[in-house]
Nanobody, 124 residues
Framework: QVQLVESGGGLVQAGGSLRLSCAAS????????MGWFRQAPGKEREFVAT????????YYADSVKGRFTIARDNAKNTVYLQMNNLKPEDTAVYYC?????????????????WGQGTQVTVSS
């Protein structure tokens, strides 16, 4: 089992930037892929980005491609989500999640452990 703690959320104006962090503990961090998902009020949780164990494979939802960047530091047991040019439709609770394999996934069922989430609010 992996314990995940997100941080870095907040309120930002449209066009601004935020960087989310997710600190992991438990299983060896470099042994599994990580992902970010988000859930807006009244909507289902949706995939945002994923990164494999070695950082040589990343994948993004079309809605964030070119604006968001996922990265990880295995020495710090941390995964990041750099969010630039934020839009009001990016407002959601953002969750990091861990798989139990080396390889990335875009579906929530592929992830075994989840953080509590951090709120991101983008004002227009």
């Amino acid at each position: 089992q992996v314990q995940l703690v997100e941080s870095g959320g907040g309120l930002v104006q449209a066009g601004g930037s935020l960087r989310l962090s997710c600190a992991a503990s438990g299983r060896t961090f470099s042994n599994y892929a990580m992902g970010w998902f988000r859930q807006a009020p009244g909507k289902e949780r949706e995939f945002v980005a994923t990164i494999n164990w070695s950082s040589d494979n990343t994948y993004y939802a079309d809605s964030v491609k070119g604006r968001f960047t996922i990265a990880r530091d295995n020495a710090k047991n941390t995964v990041y989500l750099q969010m630039n040019n934020l839009k009001p439709e990016d407002t959601a609770v953002y969750y990091c999640a861990a798989t139990n394999t080396y390889y990335s996934g875009i579906y929530a069922y592929e992830y075994d452990d989840w953080g509590q989430g951090t709120q991101v609010t983008v004002s227009s």
